[in-house]
């Protein structure tokens, strides 16, 4: 926990000053800028903040420029970030906030920093300290809520302007162990994820698949969201997946594959893989149907190969994991050294016929029917009649 004979604010600039991230902030002169949000309130519970969030008075770039490191600007939102050699600093101007609509994107004007704070998004987040004075400024109530570990909005309208808070306070609360205050709660249950972009929600929903239990957030979003979360589904896949499956990109298709359109899924604007993925998932019963009555390698590997293996580890936990883990951990990787020229170079003509052979010499690899090596499988390929 930190040193109770230092004044918070200390506790805050000496933390900040100890992270080779943090020295140039603190080095900073001439301008009011302030630590600010998750760096603050996680130094003074005594949890190891994540990144370091600056707000300023006045202009990013300029801020950026002295810290050095490579800029990245957001000018709508009065943004910046500033990246370095294994960091970045999220840099925002000061700001008030005006929401056109409900869950649409604030227009954002300049303003002072006690205004700032202000416009977050829970009293925890709401507290900055200075970098010249050292100076610890509070929204109201905010460091009563931190002392007691307690997420509370900073007004009625929060979850209206920005409902994706509400996926913020599930992360938030199990992340931090913290007790959500119960008029925040009432307000959270009443909040309307359907007034915003599928790509926002794809954004948060990314956040809360790094959290060190993503199952705990996504469970309590199971009203506002077409997921479903079955803790022991997720846990069996992610025992069978290998190495090179993702495990973030897994949990999420499993919580997707039962409640949630297509068309919602393609509305967060998902990388082509991810919404491959996904979107497959929706497979995954007929998928373990088909591999509990493969009564084969090669019937295995006709059924499985091409799919991902995210999707094939799902559907192994809803059917049979040990045909699953053995298609995974070994079937998978056989591989023929032959490929089409050498079909070629032995008199093959070129098509539909040239492909099938290698298919069938596969098979039969699989299922233990031919020797290892290049001959025995050309043998095998040549063998047969047209």
């Known amino acids: 926990m930190p040193d109770r004979t230092r004044t918070q604010a200390e506790v805050v600039l000496d933390a900040l000053a100890g992270r080779p991230d943090g020295a140039a902030v603190r080095a900073l002169r001439g301008v009011r800028a302030a630590v600010v949000g998750g760096f603050v309130r996680d130094t003074l519970i005594g949890r190891v903040p994540r990144e370091i969030d600056l707000v300023v008075e006045g202009d990013t770039a300029e801020i950026a420029a002295a810290l050095g490191g490579t800029l990245t600007s957001y000018e709508s939102f009065l943004a910046a970030r500033v990246s370095g050699d294994g960091w970045s600093i999220d840099i925002t101007q000061a700001r008030r906030e005006r929401y056109p609509r409900p869950g649409a994107l604030p227009i954002v004007e300049p303003a002072r920093l006690e205004q700032d704070l202000a416009r977050r998004d829970f009293t925890v987040n709401a507290i900055a300290v200075t970098l010249e004075r050292g100076e610890l400024i509070a929204a109201e109530g905010a460091l009563e809520d931190l002392a007691a570990h307690g997420l509370r909005v900073l007004h009625d309208e929060s979850f209206i302007d920005d409902p994706t808070r509400v996926m913020r306070l599930a992360r938030y609360a199990h992340r931090l162990g913290f007790t959500v205050d119960p008029h925040t709660a009432a307000l959270a249950a009443a909040a309307d994820l359907g007034t915003v972009t599928g790509s926002r929600i794809g954004a948060e929903l990314r956040l809360a698949l790094l959290e060190p239990d993503p199952l705990a957030p996504l469970a309590d ?19 069978l997946a290998p190495p090179d499956a993702s495990r973030t990109l897994l949990i999420l298709a499993a919580v997707t594959r039962e409640r949630a359109p297509a068309t919602w899924i393609e509305s ?82 070129a098509g539909p016929e040239l492909g099938a052979r290698l298919e069938r010499t596969l098979a039969r690899k699989l299922d233990g029917q031919i020797d290892d090596g290049r001959q025995a499988e050309l043998e095998s390929a040549l063998g047969e009649r047209p």
Request: no cysteine; proline share 4%.
């Open 268 to 349: 967060l604007e998902l990388l082509a893989r991810e919404r491959d993925v996904v979107l497959q998932a929706k497979r995954a019963p007929e998928l373990a149907a088909a591999i509990e009555a493969a009564k084969s390698p090669s019937e295995l590997g006709a059924i499985l190969r091409g799919v991902p293996v995210e999707v094939i580890a799902i559907a192994g936990a809803l059917g049979s994991a040990a045909a699953t883990r053995r298609w995974l951990t070994e079937l998978r990787h056989i591989a023929l050294e032959i490929d089409g020229d050498d079909l070629l170079a032995a008199g093959i003509v």
């Open 221 to 239: 979003l199971t009203e506002k969201l077409p997921i479903t979360v079955d803790r022991a589904l997720v846990q069996a896949a992610l025992a």
